[in-house]
C-alpha cells in the first residue's frame, strides 16, 4: 500500500491502473474493497490529513516519504473511516517496523501521533481545505462560494459503481442473478450497483448488456436529442463510450481521435456492446475529412478538475498553467467542431472540468466570434445543476462527476 501510494504521489503513476494492478489476485471482495477505500481516501483527503498531522510533527517535510504516507493512511482510517485506535495505529506501526533500518526508529512518533488525532483536527471548511489554494479559488470563481465548497465535498465521497444499460431491465435482471444489488441511477438507464465480483467477471458485462458510465456523462450523451437514424459526429471520442451510448439510441456515429490505443479500445468496447461505430484517427488540430453533420459532440480534454472522486492526483499535480494550456486547445478544437457541424444543426460541448476559462469563458467567446450560433437550454434531467453563462454544470454530488455542458445550434 505504502509503495503504491508513493508511486501516485511521486506523479509517476495514476491511481486506477496502480491500484488495478496492486488487487490483481486480492481476494476476498472485502479486502479489495477496503484497500481500494484506503488509497482512493488517502489520497482525496491528503490535504486534510497532512494539516491533521501538522501540529504534532515538528518537521514533518523531513520525514522519510514512508513514514509520511504511513500517517497520512493512519490518519485516514482514524479521522475519516472511525476505526478504532488500536485497530489502525497498530498495523501502521508494524509497517514503519518493517521498512528500513534507519527508519524503524520513527515507529514510536507514529504510534504516539496517531493516538493523539482527533476529528477536530481536520481543518473547516473542508471542501475548501481539501484542495490546493488556486484551485479552490478557480473553482469558486466558475461556481461560486457555496456551490464550490459542495462540489469540493461530493468529490471527497467514494464513487458508486455506475453502471448504463440499453436495456436497463434485462441488465437489471442478469446482474441480479448473478448476486448484485441494484438499484435505479438519476438517469433511465443508469444504474447504481455493489457487485459481489470485479465488474469484468460479471457476466452481465460479458455479454455486452452494460456499460461502465457515470450518470453525468450518459447525460452529455443524451444532451444530443433524439438521434434516431441521425449520422453524429463524436469528437475526442476516446474510449468510445458516448459514441457506443449514441450508436444503441441509433445514431450513425463516427468517432474521431488521434489516440490509435484508444481507438482499437473503443472499437472493442462497442464489439462487447453489439454496437456499429466508425473509427477514424485523426489529429483534430485541423478539420477530419469528413461531412458536415447535424449533430456533434465535442467532449474536449480539460483539466478533469470534476472528476477527482476518480482521479485524486489530478489536484496534486495541476498547475494554473496546465489548465491555460488546455483551455487555448480547447478553442482550437471548438474551430475544428464547428468546421465539421452542417447549417440548422446541434453542437456538444462538453468537459469534465470545473474552472470558468474551460466552461462557461469558453463558449461565451465562441459565440462572440461566431454569429450564426445560439446557445440552447441543455436538457439535463439531473439534481445538482448549476446554469451558468450559456450552459450548465453538472455539480459532483451523489457519486456524479463534475461538467460543463453547453449545446449549440446553428442557423440553418
Not at 481500494?36 to 517535510?61: C, F, I, Q, V
Not at 473547516?124 to 459542495?150: D, H, I, N, V, Y
Not at 457476466?203 to 437514424?229: F, K, M
Amino acid at each position: 500500500m505504502l509503495a503504491l501510494l508513493a508511486q501516485v504521489r511521486s506523479g509517476g503513476r495514476h491511481l486506477a491502473p496502480a491500484l488495478d494492478q496492486a488487487l490483481h489476485g486480492l481476494e476476498p471482495r472485502e479486502a479489495r474493497a477496503f484497500v481500494t477505500d484506503l488509497a482512493y481516501g488517502t489520497l482525496r483527503h491528503a490535504r486534510l490529513l497532512e494539516a491533521a498531522l501538522a501540529p504534532r510533527l515538528a518537521n514533518p517535510e523531513r520525514l522519510p516519504e514512508r513514514v509520511r504516507l504511513a500517517l497520512l493512511a493512519g490518519a485516514y482510517e482514524r479521522l475519516v473511516r472511525g476505526t478504532p485506535a488500536h485497530a489502525a495505529v497498530h498495523a501502521w506501526v508494524e509497517l514503519v517496523k518493517r521498512g528500513p533500518t534507519r527508519q524503524r526508529r520513527l515507529a514510536g512518533l507514529v504510534n504516539a501521533v496517531l493516538r493523539r488525532l482527533s476529528p477536530d483536527d481536520l481543518p473547516s471548511p473542508a471542501g475548501a481545505q481539501s484542495l490546493p489554494p488556486w484551485l479552490f479559488t478557480a473553482l469558486a470563481r466558475a461556481l461560486g462560494p457555496e456551490p464550490a465548497e459542495r462540489a469540493a465535498l461530493g468529490m471527497l465521497a467514494p464513487e458508486p459503481l455506475w453502471l448504463s444499460a440499453a436495456d436497463a431491465s434485462a441488465a437489471t435482471a442478469r446482474l441480479r442473478s448473478e448476486g448484485a444489488e441494484v438499484r435505479p441511477g438519476p438517469l433511465p438507464g443508469s444504474m447504481r450497483v455493489r457487485s459481489p465480483q470485479p465488474l469484468g467477471r460479471l457476466a452481465a458485462y460479458r455479454e455486452g448488456l452494460v456499460q461502465p458510465q457515470n450518470p453525468a456523462s450518459l447525460a452529455v450523451a443524451r444532451a444530443c436529442g433524439d438521434v434516431t437514424g441521425v449520422r453524429v459526429l463524436d469528437l475526442c471520442g476516446g474510449h468510445g463510450i458516448k459514441a457506443a451510448a449514441l450508436a444503441a439510441a441509433g445514431a450513425r456515429v463516427t468517432s474521431v481521435e488521434r489516440d490509435p490505443a484508444k481507438l482499437r479500445a473503443a472499437t472493442a468496447n462497442a464489439d462487447r456492446l453489439g454496437v456499429h461505430v466508425d473509427q477514424l484517427a485523426w489529429d483534430l488540430a485541423t478539420p477530419p475529412p469528413l461531412a458536415a453533420a447535424p449533430v456533434v459532440l465535442l467532449d474536449a480534454p480539460c483539466s478533469g478538475t470534476g472528476t477527482l472522486r476518480g482521479h485524486p492526483e489530478i489536484a496534486l499535480r495541476l498547475t494554473p498553467e496546465a489548465v491555460a494550456r488546455l483551455a487555448h486547445l480547447q478553442g482550437q478544437l471548438l474551430r475544428s467542431a464547428l468546421a465539421c457541424l452542417a447549417p440548422g444543426g446541434r453542437l456538444v460541448y462538453a468537459v469534465c472540468a470545473l474552472t470558468a476559462d474551460e466552461g462557461p469563458e469558453q463558449v461565451e467567446a465562441l459565440l462572440a466570434r461566431e454569429r450564426d450560433l445560439r446557445a440552447e437550454a441543455p436538457a439535463l434531467p439531473l439534481e445538482g445543476t448549476l446554469a451558468v453563462g450559456p450552459g450548465r454544470y453538472i455539480l459532483p454530488e451523489d457519486g456524479l462527476d463534475g461538467f460543463y455542458l453547453a449545446v449549440l445550434s446553428r442557423r440553418a
